[in-house]
C-alpha cells in the first residue's frame, strides 16, 4: 500500500533549477528554491527515512582512498557507510546532499576527455538536476522499492522537462547510469554514492528498457528488486510521459 507523507520537503540549493520542472505534478522551483509535494509527485511514497553521510567528510576521507588486492572500491565504500551512515526523516536535507554528490560527478571537467561531443555543459546541468531529485526513491534491503517518484524513469522525465527528443533522453540516461563509460569514472561515482547510503543500480541493461536507476543499499536484493519494478513500470512511465507539452502550431 502507498503511504503519502503530505509535508511539502523544501531545500535551497546552490543553483537555481530550471523552472520547467514545474510541469510535473508537484514540483514547484522558484529561483534556488525547490519545493516538492509528496502527495502529488510520488507514485509510491512508503518510506521517510533515508540513509545519508556527510558529504565533506567522504570528499576528505573517501575520494582519495585507493582500492588494493585487499580491498576493492565497493568494500571501501561499504566500510564507510558503516562507520558514517546516519539516518534522516529530513528530504531537503537529503536533497541538497544529492546535488552536491551529482555537481561532482556531472562537473564540466569531465567533457574534455569524455569522447561524446554531443554531451554539452547543458546537459550535465540536466543530468545534475535529474539526478538530485531521483535521490528520494528507494529500495529496502528485501528488494522492495518503497518509493518512486518521476525521475526513477530518467528519459521520460527529461523528455517532460527538457523538451527532449527519444534519442537526446537516452543518450543521458546512458550517460547518467553508464559512469561516463569508463572505469575511472565508475570508481569516482562508487565513492561520492557513499554519501547517499549505497550504490547506484538500474532496473534496465540499455536505453530501450528505460526502468531507471536508484541509490540502493548494499545487500539488497536486487532478484526482488527487478519483480517488483516490473509489475509497475509500463504504467507509471506512460504517466510521466502524459506531462509532456504538445508543440503549437
Aim: charged content about 25%; glycine content about 8%.
Amino acid at each position: 500500500m502507498t503511504t503519502i507523507d503530505t509535508t511539502a520537503i523544501t531545500v535551497e540549493l546552490p543553483e537555481a533549477f530550471d523552472a520547467r520542472w514545474s510541469r510535473l505534478p508537484g514540483v514547484q522551483v522558484d529561483g534556488r528554491r525547490l519545493t516538492v509535494d509528496p502527495a502529488e509527485y510520488f507514485f509510491r511514497f512508503e518510506s521517510h527515512t533515508w540513509l545519508v553521510a556527510d558529504w565533506n567528510l567522504v570528499k576528505d576521507q573517501l575520494l582519495a582512498a585507493d582500492e588494493t588486492t585487499e580491498s576493492a572500491v565497493e568494500q571501501l565504500a561499504l566500510d564507510f557507510i558503516k562507520r558514517h551512515g546516519e539516518s534522516t526523516s529530513d528530504a531537503g536535507r537529503v536533497l541538497g546532499i544529492a546535488y552536491e554528490v551529482y555537481a561532482y560527478l556531472f562537473r564540466e571537467e569531465h567533457l574534455a576527455g569524455l569522447g561524446l561531443p554531443q554531451v554539452t555543459a547543458e546537459h550535465q546541468r540536466m543530468l545534475r538536476e535529474a539526478a538530485t531529485l531521483m535521490a528520494l526513491n528507494k529500495v529496502e534491503l528485501d528488494g522492495h522499492i518503497s518509493n518512486v517518484g518521476p525521475c526513477w524513469f530518467f528519459p521520460a522525465a527529461t523528455s517532460v522537462v527538457f523538451d527532449l527528443d527519444d534519442a537526446t533522453g537516452g543518450m543521458l540516461d546512458e550517460v547518467y547510469h553508464g559512469g561516463w563509460f569508463n572505469e575511472h569514472r565508475r570508481i569516482e561515482a562508487i565513492k561520492a554514492h557513499a554519501t547517499l547510503g549505497g550504490r547506484l543500480v538500474h532496473g534496465c541493461q540499455s536505453v530501450p528498457d528505460q526502468t531507471g536507476g536508484v541509490v540502493a543499499p548494499y545487500g539488497a536484493s536486487m532478484a526482488n528488486f527487478r519483480e517488483d519494478l516490473a509489475e509497475f513500470k509500463a504504467d507509471w512511465i506512460a504517466r510521466v510521459y502524459s506531462h509532456r507539452v504538445t508543440p503549437g502550431p
